[in-house]
């Protein structure tokens, strides 16, 4: 009886960890007609604006160096794989898309931005699905 119960937990451990990791798999390929795609779970953030944006002229100009070179550390050393602002001046202010395993990670990482923890940016993170191999033209 003991090992049934031994046997029987085992099993439905083993199903509830499989069920786990096949709800949220961080790549899943699918066809459409001919084509075969495979599909990547990336972390999209969106920088908008701050609550504190009455710094100096001088003031802002250092801290989007200081903004800029973060962004070059996170290129380097964090996954980020695209950078940019947005065209207009709106509240919404740009995106950093990186190729990171959790929401969490991403945050960590802006949450040390000169602009962030001087108020001039908030951002927020959302998992996003692309199909892998895609780009900017």
């Known amino acids: 009886m003991e090992k049934s119960i031994i046997i029987l937990t085992i099993l439905v451990l083993g199903i509830f960890h499989f069920s786990f990791a096949q ?6 390929t699918y066809e459409e007609g001919d ?6 779970q990336y972390v999209f953030c969106l ?14 100009a250092e801290l989007q160096k200081q903004h800029l070179a973060h962004l070059a550390d996170l290129q380097e050393n964090h996954n980020l794989q695209m950078a940019g602002p947005f065209g207009d001046d ?3 202010r740009g995106i950093l898309l990186f190729d990171l395993d959790s929401n969490q990670k991403a945050i960590e990482l ?11 940016l908030k951002f927020e993170c959302h998992p996003i699905w692309l199909a892998k191999g895609t780009v900017l033209r």
């Open 23 to 28: 709800d949220n798999p961080r790549e899943f």
């Open 35 to 40: 084509t075969t795609y495979t599909m990547k």
């Open 47 to 60: 920088y908008t604006s701050g609550t504190e944006r009455s710094q100096t002229e001088a003031e802002a």
């Open 90 to 92: 709106g509240t919404m």
């Open 110 to 120: 802006i949450e040390k931005d000169p602009m962030v923890i001087n108020n001039r």
